[in-house]
């Protein structure tokens, strides 16, 4: 079993800064790419950032310059460093690892497209 565990969420002020972490729980053994995305209230999830297994990096054009995505291959973790958030930055932020293989018992089991639960983050207007 695996499971991707979000953190760092919160109510920031506007101008602000917040940390997301999201880490791979399980006897995980390898994860390919990595990401964060959004989903505001009534609005369809989108892509924040990604970042490959080698730290190439993607971002929205909307957080461009604001937020830094990055990855801790040991720890089986990605971070969203928020910087300068706006109120439209508020939405429950998910991780998602497209594809993770892990060990269960003797089996090496390979979970595509993988989520955690989510994460909320309020900038007030």
């Known amino acids: 079993q695996v499971q991707l565990v979000e953190s760092g969420g919160g109510l920031v002020r506007p101008g602000g800064s917040l940390r997301l972490s999201c880490a791979a729980s399980?006897?995980?053994?390898?994860?390919?790419?990595l990401g964060w995305y959004r989903q505001a209230p009534g609005k369809q999830r989108e892509l924040v950032a990604t970042?490959?297994?080698?730290?190439?990096?993607n971002y929205a054009d909307a957080v461009k310059g604001r937020f830094i995505i990055s990855r801790d291959n040991a720890k089986n973790a990605v971070y969203l460093q928020m910087n300068s958030l706006k109120p439209e930055d508020t939405a429950v932020y998910y991780c998602n690892a497209d594809r993770i293989s892990y060990r269960s018992g003797a089996l090496r089991i390979t979970k595509n497209d993988c989520w955690g639960q989510g994460t909320q983050v309020t900038v007030p207007s």
């Open positions: 399980g006897s995980i053994l390898s994860i390919n790419n």
């Open positions: 970042i490959t297994v080698g730290g190439y990096t």
